[in-house]
């Protein structure tokens, strides 16, 4: 079992829903990190979280940290937001990032 | 924020060659972190280089394949030496926020293709 597991693996939406992405991880974490990764490679920092809540445009990231959980939400999508989007858990033990497989997005006007 | 450029973007080369590939920052930071993405999979950390130290590998990975130069706070180099075509995968640097607040920034990726 990945010590950070996303799900769903693929998701596809129509333009204009709400869209939730998920990360549950296994081991004891000081931050978890979502980074999108568009299909040149380029990865892109959204946000750090070590908890509760916060918000950027049409993003929002969640944290529960006695669940071990972690979401992303997009409300409003739009074709652009078309990507892979990863989170990685920055484990507190090591301080190195663990990543999970990542969640490709399909946003179809 | 760091914004981080590397070079280059993305080469096609033989078996059997090296490919430098470089990481500049356009501020200075302590630690630098080399991973690779093969196709279809996740980032998987090679090494983290810090300036005035030997880099230190993860396991898999070692000096003679991945040699890495971190002459300087602002400047990375990892080589791809001896490339085969398992080698074909995007590789990226990343840098730790100086103010140690878990904040990672990533370069753009360099795509390799072996043949």
């Known amino acids: 079992k990945n010590e950070v597991e996303q799900s769903p693996q693929n998701l596809t939406a129509q333009e204009g829903e709400f869209i939730t992405i998920n990360c549950s991880y296994s081991?004891?974490?000081?931050?978890l990190h979502w980074l999108q990764q568009h299909p040149g490679g380029g990865i892109v920092s959204l946000f750090m979280?070590?908890?509760g809540k916060k918000k950027h445009g049409r993003l929002i990231a969640t944290i529960n940290i006695q669940e071990k959980h972690s979401s992303l939400h997009i409300t409003a999508s739009h074709p652009r937001d078309s990507a892979v989007y990863i989170c990685a858990a920055l484990g507190g033990a090591t301080n190195k990032l663990i990543f999970g497989t990542g969640t490709l997005l399909a946003v179809q006007p | 924020s760091a914004v981080i450029s590397q070079k280059p973007s993305r080469d096609i080369c033989q078996r059997g060659t090296s490919l430098t590939i470089q990481c500049q920052v356009d501020?200075?930071?302590?630690?630098m972190f080399w991973y690779r993405q093969q196709p279809g999979q996740s980032l998987t950390l090679i090494a983290t280089?810090?300036?005035?130290?030997?880099?230190?590998?993860e396991s898999g990975f070692v000096i003679d394949k991945f040699p890495i130069s971190r002459p300087n706070l602002t400047f990375s180099t990892l080589t791809v030496s001896n490339m085969s075509p398992e080698d074909s995968s995007i590789y990226l640097c990343s840098v730790e926020s100086r103010d140690s607040s878990y904040e990672q920034y990533f370069g753009p990726g360099t795509r390799l293709t072996v043949t």
């Open positions: 979280l070590s908890s």
């Open positions: 280089a810090n300036q005035g130290s030997e880099a230190t590998y």
């Open positions: 081991v004891g974490i000081s931050a």
């Open positions: 501020s200075q930071v302590t630690m």
